[in-house]
Structures are given as C-alpha cells and as structure tokens.
C-alpha cells in the first residue's frame, strides 16, 4: 500500500517568507510526528498528533512554526518568517496506535533551503 | 551533552564481516529502544524494537539493550553490500507516546 507522502520534496524559498510543509500519513494511521532531520544528523522531534489533537508540540524551536492536523489525517507544518537557519530536511512520520511504543513509518521528507 | 550518543562513523567493513554499532544514552527513563536504516536520500525505516533490557534476533541482526550500563548495540552478522546505509539508533520513555530521541547515526560502507 502507500506510504507516508509529503509535498513538496523540494521547496527553496527566500528570507522571510512564510512555508507550508504537507504530510499525508498512510491511510488508517492515528498519530502523526513531525521530524526536523540536519545533514549529519538524527531526526530532532518537533510534534506529534493524535488524530486531530496536537499532543507534544515540545520541539517546535519558537512561535514561527506551527502545524495542524484539521481532521486527523493529513497535517501542515508551517514555517512563517523563514530564517536560513530553518534550512534542513522536514519529515513526517504516522503510525497506527495513538499512544504506546508503535513503529512509526517515515516520509520521503521535504527538503527546505532558504536563501 | 546530547541525551543520546552515537558514533557517526563512517564504518567500512568487507562483505561476510560481523559489524557492531553502539549506542550510548543518559536518561534512565527510556524504555523502548530501535535500530532504524536509513538509505541515502530516503526515510528512516525501522529494523528492529526492543522493549527494556535483553537481546532479541531477526535473521542476520541482532539488537541487544543494556539498561544498566545505558548502551545498546546492533550487531549485523554476514554483512553484504546491501547493508550499506546509515544506522540510527532511536529511544523513548514512559508516558503513552512515541516521541523519539534519535542519535547522529553511523554510516556503515560493505564492500565486496
């Protein structure tokens, strides 16, 4: 079946402008993460939904990014007043359990660049 | 300190060599422990789970938890080619979900 998809794959922007990342978990899947990964580095926990509640939003860096899950599936992160240090790879992950220690298939990720 | 250590290689072994990665951790809370793959330009996808302590086997890989020592371990028998990618330990705590504390990962290189 299909996996994980996110859009766009690639998304180059300017200083300053605002961005919205999309996810789109496997069909079925209750919670849904969002995951800032750094060349080099480990996927860096932002939030976490469960159907359309936003449980943990712990990691989101500051009061520019946001994300919402409307009706419990596909979900947006947003990132207003881009800065070049929000450059990195997003990704997205869903699993089936809401709650408890469930694999969590990952996303293709979004790659952002800011100029 | 990062709560979660992890050698960031790059490990290059010969195809049929034993590879071992290691992870080592700080918060004495974890207690679901995972080895995720990761291949060049792709997502993270899980290989093994381990809850707690002990070791535990699938096929040519085996993922051994040590909680009293704070390390863990993923051991690849046979290595082949295939194997080639970035291995990313990952933990979480208590507390009903699955916010994972992921360490750098270690990129491994099989050749034949």
């Known amino acids: 079946g299909a996996g994980v998809s996110q859009s766009p794959r690639y998304k180059v922007t300017k200083r300053g402008q605002d961005v919205a990342l999309r996810c789109d978990p496997i069909?079925?899947?209750?919670?849904l993460y969002w995951y800032r990964q750094a060349l080099g580095q480990g996927p860096e926990f932002l939030t976490y939904?469960?159907?359309?509640?936003?449980?943990?939003k712990s990691g989101l860096p500051n009061d520019r990014f946001s994300a919402e899950r409307p009706e419990g599936s596909i979900s947006t992160l947003t990132i207003q007043r881009t800065e070049q240090r929000d450059s990195a790879m997003y990704r997205c992950?869903?699993?089936?359990?809401?709650?408890?220690?469930?694999?969590?298939?990952f996303g293709p990720g979004t790659r952002l660049t800011v100029l | 300190q990062k709560e979660v250590e992890q050698d960031p290689g790059p490990l290059s072994v010969p195809e049929g060599a034993i590879v071992s990665l290691n992870c080592t951790y700080s918060?004495?809370?974890?207690?679901?422990f995972m080895w995720y793959r990761q291949y060049s330009r792709k997502g993270p996808e899980l290989l093994m789970y381990?809850?707690?302590?002990g070791n535990k086997e699938d096929g040519r890989f085996t993922a051994q938890v040590d909680k009293s020592s704070k390390y863990i371990s993923l051991f690849i028998r046979d290595s082949q080619p295939s194997d080639s990618a970035t291995y990313l330990c990952?933990?979480?705590?208590?507390?009903?979900?699955?916010?994972?504390?992921f360490g750098a990962g270690t990129r491994l290189a099989v050749h034949p």
């Open positions: 992950a869903s699993s089936f359990l809401a709650g408890g220690a469930d694999t969590q298939y």
């Open positions: 918060n004495s809370a974890f207690q679901y």
């Open positions: 381990t809850y707690s302590s």
């Open positions: 990952a933990m979480s705590g208590t507390g009903g979900y699955n916010k994972l504390i």
């Open positions: 939904f469960n159907y359309e509640a936003q449980q943990d």
């Open positions: 069909s079925g899947h209750v919670s």
